[in-house]
């Protein structure tokens, strides 16, 4: 029986379990817990490159140099990158997830 108030070293830890392979953040879509949703204004952005610089998911998509918009298979909707966006900008809106689906789903 382990004794669970002595300490290990690692060499006497037992044996732990990987499921399956070892994942990554690439593929596991965090976008599904988000409550709200960032909708990205083209034509507002200053490309400053906040939101970019302080997203904490790397969810602002960049191409050719600029910001082309959000993934949101990954992004989890805290708003920093809305928080972030400079007040003469303002490209940048939070929206309930539920309301965006909702407009997505009339718009099909
Ligand atoms: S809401 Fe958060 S996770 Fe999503 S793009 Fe903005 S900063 Fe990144
Ligand atoms: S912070 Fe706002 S203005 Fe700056 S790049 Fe991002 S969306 Fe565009």
Sequence with gaps: MRDYGKLLTWREEPMSGIIEEPGSSVHYHTG?????????????????????????????????????????????G????????PPKAEAIEMVL???ARE??????
Aim: aromatic share 12%.
């Design 78 to 85: 805290c708003g920093i990158c809305a928080k972030e966006c």
């Design 32 to 76: 599904s817990w988000r409550t709200y949703r960032p909708i990205w204004d083209s034509e507002k952005c200053i490309q400053c490159f906040r939101c970019w610089a302080y997203c904490p998911d790397a969810s602002i998509l960049v191409e050719d140099g600029k910001v082309v918009g959000i993934d949101y298979l990954h992004c989890k």
């Design 103 to 108: 407009k997505e789903s009339q718009a099909v």
């Design 97 to 99: 997830e539920s309301e």
